[in-house]
């Protein structure tokens, strides 16, 4: 059974940059897409972008765009996000899921790391 | 991108109760060439990650709870809790699927009441 297990919580000053890791075990890494997916303290859940690893390239929400970096490890099975010049209401925890199916194509997300909680203050 | 919204906001029911959560998205979710409506229901519980419940908005994901259905087509779909367990009180989304960026409902929170 594919588990996704995500690095830990993070404090980080505004204007600052996080990195989360998420690494997958137990079961095929390169061809599914991994999704990153946010939740802000008493918000929603927000998908911020993605990335097939066997193919590099990834998506991200046109919100993130210049600020978020994703990309991929397949030598390890980890994936990565890093979100630069962090403002306060980027407090959330930082989530990874995994696609239900491999390919690319739409699909929902079956299976989802542990969460990590970044806070941003001064 | 497309807009989806829950209703209602949060829903109090009696344990063994039906619970109905509604999701209606911005535009249709159905792809006509292979029917398939893209539209999945989540449960998230504190502490924990979510975890999906449907897709293909009415099919059950494997080793939940057949009291969890889903239903609707196009744009307008429905979660319903047949008989309302304790362990069943959570924030419930839905979410297209069918274009990127995925979207998420605001999430229904439901109680026991």
């Known amino acids: 059974q594919v588990q996704l297990v995500q690095s830990g919580a993070e404090v980080k000053k505004p204007g600052s940059s996080v990195k989360v890791s998420c690494k997958a075990s137990?079961?095929?890494?390169?061809?599914?897409?991994i999704n990153w997916v946010r939740q802000a303290p008493g918000q929603g859940l927000e998908w911020m972008g993605g990335?097939?690893?066997?193919?590099?390239?990834?998506k991200s929400a046109e919100k993130y765009r210049g600020r978020v970096t994703i990309n991929a490890d397949e030598s390890t099975s980890t994936a990565y996000m890093e979100l630069s010049s962090l403002r306060s209401e980027d407090t959330a925890v930082y989530y990874c899921?995994?696609?239900?199916?491999?390919?690319?194509?739409?699909?929902?997300?079956?299976?989802w790391g542990q969460g990590t909680m970044v806070t941003v203050s001064s | 991108d497309i807009v989806m919204t829950q209703s209602p906001d949060s829903l109090a029911v009696s344990l063994g109760e039906r619970a109905t959560i509604n999701c209606k998205s911005s535009q249709s979710v159905l792809y006509s060439s292979n029917n398939h409506n893209y539209l999945a229901w989540y449960q998230l519980k504190p502490g924990q990650p979510p975890k999906l419940l449907i897709y293909w908005a009415s099919t059950r994901e494997s080793g939940v709870p057949d009291r969890f259905s889903g239903s609707g087509s196009g744009t307008d779909f429905t979660l319903t809790i047949s008989s309302l367990q304790a362990e069943d009180v959570a924030v419930y989304y839905c979410q297209q699927y069918y274009t990127t960026p995925p979207t998420f409902g605001q999430g229904t929170k439901l109680e026991i009441k």
């Open positions: 990335i097939i690893p066997m193919y590099g390239a990834a």
């Open positions: 137990g079961g095929t890494f390169r061809s599914y897409t």
């Open positions: 899921a995994r696609d239900r199916e491999p390919g690319g194509t739409l699909w929902p997300f079956d299976i």
